[in-house]
Antibody, heavy 119, light 108 residues
Framework: QVQLQESGPGLVKPSQTLSLTCTVSGGSISSGDYYWSWIRQHPGKGLEWIGYIFYSGSTYYNPSLNSRVTISVDTSKKQFSLKLSSVTAADTAVYYC???????????WGQGTLVTVSS | DIVLTQSPGTLSLSPGERATLSCRASQTVTSSYFAWYQQKPGQAPRLLIYGASSRATDIPDRFSGSGSGTDFTLTISRLEPEDFAVYYCQQYGTSPFTFGQGTRLEIK
């Protein structure tokens, strides 16, 4: 059964770049049937879709974050990554990676990782 | 962006009762690319329903989804103790994908 695991710093200073990696195990990352997403949840709030990537490298970003977001994939390591630049306290959230299936939305999620933006 | 509005914000019911959760979209959802998720405290969301009415893998048949266009419903036929959680709707037919604000299902 496919599993996803987020990793990266839990604390980032304001104006710096948040960097997270999601490692996929138990399944293939190199299938055109899947897209690989980042989603975040501010403390006590709802869910916000950040963007996703296909194994080919094609990406789609939420326009609200578009100018600050980069998602990349490394199929050899079965990993995909998120970079969010110029962070502020408003970027403090639990960040989830997830696998999306064409027509089925996100059926597998990582456990989530809390990233706090603070000096 | 497609805005999803869930109602009610909080639903108080007892185990064994039927729960009906609603979600209205600000625009027609493409190809019924509509999903429901369940989230418990400290856990990631779990996919319950996709394509508006198809149950995800291992989801009990007491969960059912219906609707099309702009109005969608999640029904839990007989509540079990483990069903009390927050439920989110999502459209994934039009980028950016968007979520509703959530309905909290609490024990009465």
């Amino acid at each position: 059964q496919v599993q996803l695991q987020e990793s990266g710093p839990g604390l980032v200073k304001p104006s710096q770049t948040l960097s997270l990696t999601c490692t996929v195990s138990g399944g293939s990352i190199s299938s055109g049937d899947y897209y690989w997403s980042w989603i975040r949840q501010h403390p006590g709030k709802g869910l916000e879709w950040i963007g996703y990537i296909f194994y080919s490298g094609s990406t789609y970003y939420n326009p609200s974050l578009n100018s600050r977001v980069t998602i990349s994939v490394d199929t050899s390591k079965k990993q995909f990554s998120l970079k969010l630049s110029s962070v502020t306290a408003a970027d403090t959230a639990v960040y989830y990676c997830a696998r999306g299936v064409r027509g089925r939305s996100s059926d597998r999620w990582g456990q989530g990782t809390l990233v706090t933006v603070s000096s | 962006d497609i805005v999803l509005t869930q109602s009610p914000g909080t639903l108080s019911l007892s185990p064994g009762e039927r729960a009906t959760l609603s979600c209205r979209a600000s625009q027609t959802v493409t190809s019924s690319y509509f999903a429901w998720y369940q989230q418990k405290p400290g856990q990631a969301p779990r996919l319950l329903i996709y394509g508006a009415s198809s149950r995800a893998t291992d989801i009990p048949d007491r969960f059912s989804g219906s609707g099309s266009g702009t109005d969608f419903t999640l029904t839990i036929s007989r509540l079990e103790p483990e069903d009390f959680a927050v439920y989110y709707c999502q459209q994934y037919g039009t980028s950016p994908f968007t979520f509703g604000q959530g309905t909290r299902l609490e024990i009465k």
